[in-house]
Structure formats: C-alpha cells, structure tokens
C-alpha cells in the first residue's frame, strides 16, 4: 500500500495520522509520493519486458527448431500464431481479474505459470507437441504483463501526469525487442542447445517473481483505494515488508517507502464509509470474476471501437515486420542467424525512443488543450474527464505520425523488393519502431483514460484486438509476399492500415467525447435504483 511521507516516532512506532492528514488521504486521488511511482515505474517497467523478450528471443531460433523437431518451417510458425493467440486470452482473464482481486496476486499466479512452461520447454526439446502446449503456458504467463501495468498506472496517476509513467514503462517493455533478438541469434548461430534459450528465461522469470514478491506494493483502487486503506492479506503485501528491524537498517530505509500505519479513517477516496465500500467492493469483485469476457462488450462501445482499431493496426505492421526479416534478409542479404538477431536492433531502439519521447508529449498535449479551454488541472484528485477532451488531447498530431509510419512500410517493401543496401531496410526499421511505438502508446493510453474504472479490462482489450490484427498478419505475410512479392504487400499493408487508422483518428477526434458522455450518463442512470 502506499503512504504519505513517514513521520516515525523512536523505537519504530508509527503515530496515529492526525484528522487533517486523514482528510486529505481521503480526498486525493492517490497518497502515492513522487519517489513511489519512479519505484513503481521501475518494478512495472522490469516485469513488461517479459512478452516482447519472451515473443522475439523466439524468432531467430526458427530454423533451428524447425530441423531439430524435423518440421516444416510453416508448423513451426504455427506455435508463434499459437503464441499470438494465447497473448490475446491472457490479458482478457488475468487483467480482468486484477481489477477485482488486486494487481499483486494476479503478478504471482502469472508469472509462477510463465517460470514452470520454460522450464518444461527447457527439458522437453525432441517434442514438436509439448512446444505447442507449452509456448501456449509460456503465453498465458507473461502477457498480462502490459494490460496489468496500465491499470497500476491508472490507479496511483491522475490523467495530467499518466504520461510520465507510460513513457518509461514502454521504453522498459521493448527493451525486450532488442535483447530478445540477439540472444535467441546467437544461440542459433552457435548451434549449441536451443534449451539454453528457456534456462535464460526460466531464471529471468525467477527473478522477476522475486522482486515482485518482494517488493511491488498493492495499488488496486478496490483494495486498497487512493493508497491509505490498509492490505489485509499475505499476498496483498511486498513480503519483504517483515524485513524491517534495528538489525537490517538498509532494508528499513529501502521499505519505509511502502510502509506506514494505515489510516483509520472510515473515509475511503470517495468519502464513503468503508464497511459499505466493502461490500460494494465484494460485489463487484463477483460480477468480474463470473463475466471475464466483458472485454467483448468494450470492443462493441462506439467511443471505444475506432481506439482499438488504430492500436491494432499498428500492432499488425510490427508483428508483420518482425515474421518476415528472418527469411528476407537470410535470402536477400545472406546474413547468419546472429546477424538476423542484430538486424532487430535499430527497430527495438526506434521503439525505446518513441516511448520516451511519447511519454512527455502526451503530458505536454494535455497541458496544452487544458490551456486552450481554459481547464485548470486538479493534481490533487484528478480531473473530471466528463468535461474535459481527452480525445482531442492524446491524438494531437497522431495523423502526422501515421502518416509518416505508411510512408515507412511502403519505402521498406520496395526497399527489400528492389533490393537495395540493407543501410535503407534498417533505416526504415527505425523510423518505424519510432512512430509505431508512439501510436501504440496514445492509443492505449487513451483507452484507459475513457475506460479508468476497469483501466486493466480494457488494457486486456486492447491486447486481444492487437493480437487477433497480428495473428492475421503473422499468418498470411509470406503467402501473400509468395503471391504479391514484398513491394506490393507492404505497400498494400501500409496504405489499408494507414487510412484505416486516420478516418478511425478523424472519428475519434470528432465524436469520441460525445459517444463517450453517452455511455457515461447512460450507465449512471442504470445504476440509479429503479432507472
């Protein structure tokens, strides 16, 4: 749980918080400090790069898989779609049950699954069956990664600063990408022990467990609220809270960020008693575990739908480049399968760099629109987004990046189709790991800001239109490449996604807050007794 900056009496003993200080840990939308989201930017930003790691270490080993299981290349690249598919179902069970129980258990169980399916993959390597099962296990484990972290962030963020977290959390998530790539090349270009790969992951994944067992505090909304209600259970709480004694004053310093005495207060964030918060709480956590499918129903809402659309069409164009370097720069530029893994590089960091520079551009849109209405930003319990263009605000100038993100997949496509110097190919691989990133992230952001009481739910969302949009094009880029040749698919792939996604922007920017209010006011009246 989170506190507000600790004023320890001698002997450890915390004070009882005085009625101001309960008031206004009952007023501020979080009682998380400044220090606890850098640290909490840093935990979130460790366990997102699992997915991209997990996903790309995995392309340069293709071949290798495919002679050592005695396969075809195309079953071996059924296990990605196999992958792509649970990476959709994942979010949509696991972050769908983090808004209910808490962010910390569903963190446990995750990634407790992703450590024991490498670890089978590690000692079963002559089954072309046990890799389909167990990639699908290796899935499920750790793609509700991303979809939980925005809703971390959702809960100690007010939506003017959501950007400063956002920003670094995404540069973390694809480090992965570029890591990913170099280690699986290498592995293959040694032809040494493709099971070296799932160790790597497998102590990776024991680590990450450790830290997160250790120290991510709970900050889901219904479990702890602004951050003053107390984590009652043994897995709410970082374990090594206990940690804490005279004898082991480097941890006491390093826990007291966490730690304080929980307020008393019957007062929640809302003003509300927090018996009755309670059981509203209990109630709701039912409703979301029996109805895990409520994403279908987001990606049926109008303010919701055109969001999703140009986030997955940005996640179809990077999974789509991905699938198809291996095999394209083997064949037009004869590079070893490290080589292949290095080829991933100026993409991965054209990605690191979107995300941060996105992070504070989102930020500066947002002051930028509240000055142009005249809205004055509450840091305190957040805006009311009711009122407040949200939409025109996280779009600012995204046509201009999709633009040019169009322009890149079609240079590209004509590049390796004309075969010109590899230098453009991986020019273009940057400019597009850039402008990708940044639309992946508004996107997504955006989503959770229209849909901030279930910001995990609709994360998972996100994650399952994405990933359908990549397994279709994960599974039809070589044969349409085999049919069309790489200038055209990609000059077909950029134009449909690119003015797919700028009417879906134009839409967005023009109805968004007004479908938005309806649902709104709509869902109010449904909660009214007898409405």
Same mark, same amino acid.
């Given at each position: 749980?989170?506190?507000?900056?600790?004023?320890?009496?001698?002997?450890?003993?915390?004070?009882?918080?005085?009625?101001?200080?309960?008031?206004?840990?009952?007023?501020?939308?979080?009682?998380?400090?400044?220090?606890?989201?850098? =640290? @909490?930017?840093?935990? &979130?930003?460790? /366990?997102?790069?699992?997915?991209? %790691?997990?996903? *790309? $270490? !995995?392309?340069?080993?293709?071949? =290798? @898989?495919?002679?050592? &299981?005695?396969? /075809?290349?195309?079953?071996?690249? %059924?296990?990605? *779609? $196999? !992958?792509?598919?649970?990476?959709? =179902?994942?979010?949509?069970?696991?972050?769908?049950?983090?808004?209910?129980?808490?962010?910390?258990?569903?963190?446990?169980?995750?990634?407790?699954?992703?450590?024991?399916?490498?670890?089978?993959?590690?000692?079963?390597?002559?089954?072309?069956?046990?890799?389909?099962?167990?990639?699908?296990?290796?899935?499920?484990?750790?793609?509700?990664?991303?979809?939980?972290?925005?809703?971390?962030?959702?809960?100690?963020?007010?939506?003017?600063?959501?950007?400063?977290?956002?920003?670094?959390?995404?540069?973390?998530?694809?480090?992965?990408?570029?890591?990913?790539?170099?280690?699986?090349?290498?592995?293959?270009?040694?032809?040494?022990?493709?099971?070296?790969?799932?160790?790597?992951?497998?102590?990776?994944?024991?680590?990450?467990?450790?830290?997160?067992?250790?120290?991510?505090?709970?900050?889901?909304?219904?479990?702890?609220?602004?951050?003053?209600?107390?984590?009652?259970?043994?897995?709410?709480?970082?374990?090594?809270?206990?940690?804490?004694?005279?004898?082991?004053?480097?941890?006491?310093?390093?826990?007291?960020?966490?730690?304080?005495?929980?307020?008393?207060?019957?007062?929640?964030?809302?003003?509300?008693?927090?018996?009755?918060?309670?059981?509203?709480?209990?109630?709701?956590?039912?409703?979301?575990?029996?109805?895990?499918?409520?994403?279908?129903?987001?990606?049926?809402?109008?303010?919701?739908?055109?969001?999703?659309?140009?986030?997955?069409?940005?996640?179809?164009?990077?999974?789509?480049?991905?699938?198809?370097?291996?095999?394209?720069?083997?064949?037009?530029?004869?590079?070893?399968?490290?080589?292949?893994?290095?080829?991933?590089?100026?993409?991965?960091?054209?990605?690191?760099?979107?995300?941060?520079?996105?992070?504070?551009?989102?930020?500066?849109?947002?002051?930028?629109?509240?000055?142009?209405?005249?809205?004055?930003?509450?840091?305190?319990?957040?805006?009311?987004?009711?009122?407040?263009?949200?939409?025109?605000?996280?779009?600012?100038?995204?046509?201009?990046?999709?633009?040019?993100?169009?322009?890149?997949?079609?240079?590209?496509?004509?590049?390796?189709?004309?075969?010109?110097?590899?230098?453009?190919?991986?020019?273009?691989?940057?400019?597009?790991?850039?402008?990708?990133?940044?639309?992946?992230?508004?996107?997504?952001?955006?989503?959770?800001?229209?849909?901030?009481?279930?910001?995990?739910?609709?994360?998972?969302?996100?994650?399952?239109?994405?990933?359908?949009?990549?397994?279709?094009?994960?599974?039809?880029?070589?044969?349409?490449?085999?049919?069309?040749?790489?200038?055209?698919?990609?000059?077909?792939?950029?134009?449909?996604?690119?003015?797919?996604?700028?009417?879906?922007?134009?839409?967005?920017?023009?109805?968004?807050?007004?479908?938005?209010?309806?649902?709104?006011?709509?869902?109010?009246?449904?909660?009214?007794?007898?409405?």
């Amino acid at each position: 749980m989170s506190t507000l900056p600790s004023t320890r009496e001698p002997g450890g003993a915390s004070p009882e918080p005085s009625p101001e200080v309960e008031a206004r840990q009952a007023i501020a939308y979080t009682t998380f400090n400044v220090r606890q989201r850098r =640290l @909490l930017t840093f935990l &979130l930003g460790l /366990t997102t790069t699992l997915s991209p %790691l997990t996903a *790309t $270490i !995995y392309f340069p080993l293709l071949p =290798l @898989l495919a002679h050592r &299981l005695n396969t /075809t290349a195309q079953a071996i690249n %059924l296990s990605i *779609t $196999i !992958y792509i598919i649970f990476q959709a =179902l994942s979010p949509a069970i696991f972050a769908t049950l983090s808004d209910s129980l808490g962010r910390r258990i569903i963190y446990l169980v995750t990634l407790t699954l992703y450590v024991s399916s490498n670890f089978g993959l590690a000692l079963t390597q002559n089954s072309y069956v046990a890799l389909l099962v167990l990639r699908a296990v290796q899935s499920l484990g750790a793609s509700a990664a991303s979809a939980i972290s925005y809703g971390v962030v959702a809960d100690v963020c007010i939506p003017a600063e959501r950007g400063a977290m956002v920003g670094p959390i995404s540069m973390a998530l694809n480090l992965g990408t570029c890591i990913g790539p170099i280690v699986g090349g290498l592995v293959a270009y040694k032809s040494v022990n493709y099971g070296w790969v799932f160790w790597f992951l497998v102590f990776f994944g024991v680590v990450l467990l450790a830290v997160v067992a250790g120290f991510l505090p709970e900050t889901a909304r219904n479990v702890v609220g602004n951050g003053s209600r107390e984590a009652r259970r043994w897995w709410e709480r970082p374990w090594m809270t206990p940690l804490r004694s005279g004898t082991l004053t480097l941890w006491h310093g390093f826990m007291n960020t966490w730690t304080t005495k929980p307020c008393s207060s019957h007062l929640t964030e809302k003003g509300i008693d927090s018996k009755t918060d309670k059981k509203t709480a209990f109630a709701k956590k039912k409703l979301k575990i029996l109805n895990p499918l409520q994403c279908l129903r987001i990606l049926l809402l109008k303010d919701a739908a055109p969001i999703l659309l140009v986030h997955g069409f940005s996640y179809m164009i990077d999974f789509s480049i991905q699938t198809s370097i291996p095999l394209a720069f083997t064949d037009l530029y004869h590079l070893n399968e490290l080589e292949v893994g290095l080829s991933y590089l100026p993409r991965g960091t054209g990605i690191i760099l979107g995300g941060y520079a996105t992070g504070i551009l989102m930020d500066r849109n947002y002051k930028i629109t509240a000055k142009q209405i005249g809205h004055r930003i509450n840091r305190e319990q957040g805006d009311d987004i009711n009122d407040f263009p949200i939409e025109r605000a996280r779009t600012q100038g995204s046509p201009y990046l999709v633009s040019i993100l169009t322009c890149s997949v079609v240079g590209y496509g004509w590049a390796l189709d004309q075969h010109r110097h590899i230098a453009i190919a991986l020019i273009l691989q940057f400019i597009q790991g850039v402008f990708q990133s940044s639309i992946y992230i508004f996107s997504n952001t955006l989503l959770i800001d229209i849909l901030s009481d279930t910001p995990s739910t609709a994360a998972a969302t996100a994650s399952i239109t994405r990933c359908a949009l990549a397994a279709l094009g994960t599974a039809t880029v070589h044969p349409l490449i085999g049919v069309l040749g790489r200038g055209w698919y990609f000059t077909l792939l950029g134009l449909f996604t690119g003015l797919s996604s700028v009417i879906a922007i134009w839409t967005i920017r023009t109805w968004g807050m007004v479908w938005r209010n309806k649902r709104v006011a709509g869902t109010a009246r449904s909660d009214v007794p007898g409405g």
